[in-house]
């Protein structure tokens, strides 16, 4: 698994919905400190994280983030699947989603 590359979306329905979910950050550039703060609406100017990101920012152990769920901070982080998705009901639960995959969870 490459932990390196920046293909994961930080997912929540915290301060929305299911049907309306909302990302963590706003897009940086390649040279650029990773945003985790504030959230956007549209995924395609939220952050992009790589795993190795997630596991040092969200203080999650290595071995750990290959058996998502890990549970923490009042809710868990859980890697994207549609029937986890929509059976969560902790609104503190992240999903890890690539980009391809949010057009299952956000109707255009």
Not at 23 to 32: A, I, L, M, S, V
Not at 38 to 54: F, K, M
Request: charged share 30%.
């Amino acid at each position: 698994m490459k932990q390196d590359k920046r293909e994961y979306l930080l997912m929540t329905a915290k301060h929305s919905s299911k049907a309306e979910p909302l990302f963590y950050g706003h897009r940086t550039k390649e040279d650029e400190e990773r945003s985790f703060a504030g959230y956007a609406i549209n995924p395609e100017v939220a952050e992009l994280y790589s795993i190795s990101e997630i596991i040092s920012n969200l203080s999650i152990d290595t071995q750990l983030f290959c058996d998502l769920p890990v549970h923490k901070l009042g809710g868990s982080i859980r890697r994207y699947s549609m029937i986890s998705w929509q059976n969560h009901r902790n609104e503190e639960d992240l999903f890890a989603i690539k980009p391809s995959e949010v057009g299952e969870v956000v109707q255009k």
